[in-house]
């Protein structure tokens, strides 16, 4: 059996996220100067990065157990994650007091995180 730990993985993945939230917030202060905005939006993307991977982890715990019965058991986990995505990037255009940039970019910091660990532990 896997011996995953979804709170060891949300850890490791919180330590990263917040890394790059300060990396990206540090590269915008360069361009855009010192912007509330831009740090509301990157916790909101980054709230939402969360409880994406909340549910994900959920989704797939509960198909693991039932055996994945029915069409296509991920899609209705699928459609949450991309509404909850959506809805992220809706309320960033609606209120100008979020800026979109920030709320978007965690939503590829997964990607970055595992592309850079598998660099530096050498595909381990």
């Known amino acids: 059996m896997n011996s995953f730990n979804f709170k060891n993985e949300l850890k490791f993945i919180l330590l990263w996220t917040l890394s790059l939230d300060l990396i990206a917030y540090g ?6 100067g010192i912007n509330i905005r831009f740090l509301i939006g ?7 990065l ?10 797939v715990s509960r198909i693991a157990v ?3 019965r029915g069409r296509n058991p991920m ?4 459609l949450l994650r991309s ?7 809706i309320i960033s255009f609606r209120f100008d007091w979020i800026n979109t940039v920030g709320a978007v970019l965690p939503f590829f910091y997964p990607k970055v995180i595992y592309t850079l660990y598998s ?3 050498g595909g381990k």
């Open 83 to 89: 509404l909850i995505a959506c809805t992220v990037v």
């Open 27 to 32: 590269i915008s202060v360069l361009f855009i």
């Open 50 to 59: 969360f409880i994406n991977l909340w549910h994900l982890n959920r989704s």
């Open 42 to 48: 990157l916790a909101l993307g980054s709230t939402a």
């Open 75 to 78: 899609m209705g986990g699928y």
């Open 66 to 68: 039932s055996g994945g």
């Open 119 to 121: 660099i530096v532990k």
